[in-house]
């Protein structure tokens, strides 16, 4: 009877402390049903990735996370959503297995801020790529406001030091809070005309309602 009792107790402590799966059942089987079993597969295989590096430090996660979206074959907008700009929701993205660089930006964040890394380090991060002649947008990781920042790319798969891109200029960084003018060597001088991101704005409200 007292192992029992000692048994029931641990139980509930583990489901207590046991971390939230980063898609939620409802969600997961609404996905199912929309994109099939081969996308419900990929969301599977997510959470054990995510899983993996759990207790990792932050360059293994980072690492991890920008390896496992990279994997998402790339489309354009008007290809997949008959839109000329449009941000996906990671399950939107990771169900249709297919997006533009802003979404792999927008499933690396949520996933990265799944795992704890401070999303005050994560910023969305114009460019311009000089290989392609096209504006571009990386996420980019500053382990301090004034470090060299670290981007996580689907054009160059490894993580690099913004300096080692030479491939890339810097146009503006933004994250929930705030709009920078952007810099190789930290975050770069706050915008004065802070005004709310509109497309951020459409995301959080559909990451919200569990937009598949």
Not at 34 to 46: L, S, W
């Amino acid at each position: 009877m007292i192992f029992k009792s000692i048994f029931l107790i641990f139980l509930l402590f583990s489901s207590i402390n046991a971390k939230e799966p980063y898609v939620d059942k409802p969600t997961l089987d609404r996905i199912g049903k929309k994109y099939k079993m081969f996308a419900k597969k990929r969301f599977f295989y997510q959470q054990k990735t995510l899983d993996s590096v759990a207790d990792s430090s932050d360059m293994e996660k980072l690492k991890t996370v920008n390896e496992f979206y990279n994997g998402v074959k790339y489309s354009s907008d008007i290809k997949v959503y008959k839109k000329k700009d449009y941000w996906a929701t990671p399950y939107e993205f990771l169900g249709k297995d297919k997006g533009d660089c802003e979404d792999y930006v927008i499933a690396k964040y949520f996933a990265l801020k799944y795992l704890g890394v401070d999303t005050k380090k994560l910023f969305f991060t114009y460019v311009r790529s000089t290989k392609f002649k096209a504006p571009h947008m990386v996420l980019t990781y500053f382990k301090t406001p004034k470090s060299e920042p670290l981007v996580l790319d689907n054009y160059n798969r490894r993580i690099f030091p913004a300096s080692k891109r030479k491939d890339l200029i810097p146009i503006y960084n933004f994250n929930g809070d705030s709009l920078y003018k952007a810099s190789k060597s930290g975050t770069g001088k706050k915008l004065k005309q802070n005004k709310s991101h509109k497309k951020w704005d459409e995301l959080q409200i559909n990451i919200k309602k569990r937009k598949i």
